[in-house]
């Protein structure tokens, strides 16, 4: 699946001088939801929603909904906080343990084998 995104057809001119301010403080012009790499100070944008049809899609719908039950191995939690993310050390680093809280118990999980996706 996929998240379709769109922004305002007619931006506030508020939303446009700060955007254009930022620009003249040094800040990259950018799509934030667009292919990387990203400057380390990330990118400015007019702020993109993620609706579709009139209707909000969120990454549950375009990503697990429908696949969610054929993954004998996936964990999906709600309601949680992630308080970290360790990455290896390889050339594309990956993630590799993911700390958490829910209802302030922490908790951590242990080496996922491929994906660890974090939406919110």
């Known amino acids: 699946g996929s998240v379709a995104t769109c922004s305002r057809t007619l931006p506030l001119r508020s939303t446009t001088a700060f955007l254009m301010a930022c620009i003249d403080a ?15 100070g990330g990118v400015a944008a007019h702020t993109q ?3 579709n049809k009139g209707h909000r899609c969120s990454t549950f719908k375009a990503f697990l909904e429908e696949s969610a039950d054929k993954h004998t191995n996936l964990s999906i939690t709600t309601d949680a906080l992630v308080t970290g993310v360790q ?9 590799v343990s993911v700390s958490y809280s829910v209802r302030w118990t922490h908790r951590t999980s242990v080496k996922p084998h491929n994906i660890v996706p974090l939406c919110t």
């Open 49 to 51: 929603y993620t609706i």
């Open 26 to 40: 040094g800040a990259v012009q950018g799509d934030y939801n667009g292919r990387g790499p990203f400057p380390p």
């Open 87 to 95: 990455f290896s050390d390889d050339a594309i680093p990956k993630a």
